[in-house]
């Protein structure tokens, strides 16, 4: 079998085995999510506990929680034994990861989870096992057989147990009304940070950077202040200083073969009205959708009486690093 042959058929087993567990989704699942929102509604957290490859996909339910608003902390269960259980406080709600059910490591810590106030959701493959016989709520992440040729490698088993916790931090975002502005605020650093905490009035270019003329301008003058603002469009206001139209270098080379008196005529008679703009409090992400959307490579800023204020160049991004 050549390596390519043999990764289609592990996408395969595992997508099978990811569609096999979503049929297998019920209302179990609504009371994890309800079990997880009113935790964390009542100042409680998650505690991540599972051994070998389920701990290491516990690692990254946690850190998927914990980035979405959902306080998650990851407790080695053979330390638990040692010390490590008094990261537990009554309230909390335990998520354990075994995808048999019987690690002994696991069993061996349910007696002292027990002693304290606590729910317990396990992600198990073992509906009949011990952890399930002992859990609040079970979520059933079984599946017909794993990508090793073996059946004994943790593979489809694991990438179902990591999809679950996707899908339950996923609902508990969305049951907790947890929005953009609240997503910025646990990730200030890199370039989700900056795009999401930086305003395009922070970024934007202004003063002689900014290319702005009055309606009556020639095309011939508006060139000039283009060429002195070093920019490839020019933003138009009307009598009443207000964003009309824009024009552009390419708006320019498209006329310029049919319109032999293109140059001396004024702006309001070539520009392009209703143009693109977004605001000067906008956050710049919006911005990067508006550019990703429209395909363009400058966009106009305005002010809250719709004045143009600013531009915001395509080119600037990747210096800012918010790309």
Known sequence: MSHLKKAREVFHIELAALRQVRRQLDDSFTQAVN????????????????????????AKIAATLTSTGSTSVVLNSVDALHGDLG???????????SYSGESEELLNLLPALKRFAVKIISLTGGLKSSLARHSDIVLNVRVPREACPFNLAPTSSTTAMLVMGDALAMAVLQARGFKQSDFARYHPGGAIGRAMLLRVGEIMRTGERNAVAA??????????????????????????????G????????????????????????VMTKKPVFIRDEALAVEALKIFDARNIDDLIVVNARHEPVGLLDSQDLPKLKIM
Not at 87 to 97: E, K, R, V, W, Y
Not at 221 to 232: D, H, I, N, Q, Y
Request: glycine share 12%; net charge positive; aromatic share 6%.
């Open 35 to 58: 079990a997880v929102t009113f935790t964390l509604g009542q100042r409680g957290k998650i505690v991540i506990v599972g051994i070998g490859k389920s701990g290491n996909v516990g």
């Open 246 to 269: 824009v024009f552009t270098d390419g708006d320019f080379r498209r006329r310029m073969s049919a319109d032999e008196n293109l140059l001396s005529r004024p702006l309001k008679a």
């Open 215 to 244: 309606e009556f301008l020639t095309v011939r003058e508006a060139l000039l202040v283009m060429t002195r603002a070093k920019s490839g469009s020019l933003a138009i206001f009307d009598a009443r200083g207000k964003l009309s």
């Open 87 to 97: 990261i537990i406080n009554d309230g909390d709600l335990i998520l354990a990861l």
